[in-house]
Structures are given as C-alpha cells and as structure tokens.
C-alpha cells in the first residue's frame, strides 16, 4: 500500500507542474484571435482619424468634426483597456 500511495503523490506533483502550463496555453490560445481582432480595430481606428482630420482641415474645427475626433480617441481608449 505504501507504494501505491507514492505513486498517487508522485502523480499528483507532476500535475500541480503540468496543469498550470496547460492552462496558460489554452487561454493564450483562445486569446491569440481576439488580440488580432482589437489590432484590427486600432489599425481602423487610426485610419479614421487620419481621414477626419483631413475632413477637418478643409473645413475647419467645426464642432461635428471634434465630436468624431473625441469619439475616435473614446474608442481607442476603449479598445486598449
């Protein structure tokens, strides 16, 4: 009996090293996709607020043109948090 109990806390041991590096990857890899996707977004994000500030310089600061701006940068903000 006393082997078959060493060999239970042996077992055990391996998984208490082994589970938590299992975890991580598993949740790496169910992140790895949604990291991509927010990129995407900022990648949109600045791309939108390079064409507003052009819209912007055409006509002035008006003040749509610095609701956009604020809501771009909420945004951004939003997305990196």
Do not use: N, Y
Request: net charge positive.
């Amino acid at each position: 009996m006393g082997h078959l109990a060493q060999s239970a806390d042996v077992l055990a041991s391996r998984l208490k090293v082994v589970i938590p590096g299992m975890i991580e990857k598993a949740i790496i890899a169910a992140l790895t996709p949604l990291r991509a996707e927010i990129d995407s977004h900022k990648l949109v994000l600045d791309a939108l607020m390079v064409r507003v500030g052009e819209c912007g310089k055409g006509q002035g600061a008006t003040d749509v043109v610095k609701a956009l701006k604020a809501d771009i940068i909420g945004l951004k903000r939003m997305w990196t948090s």
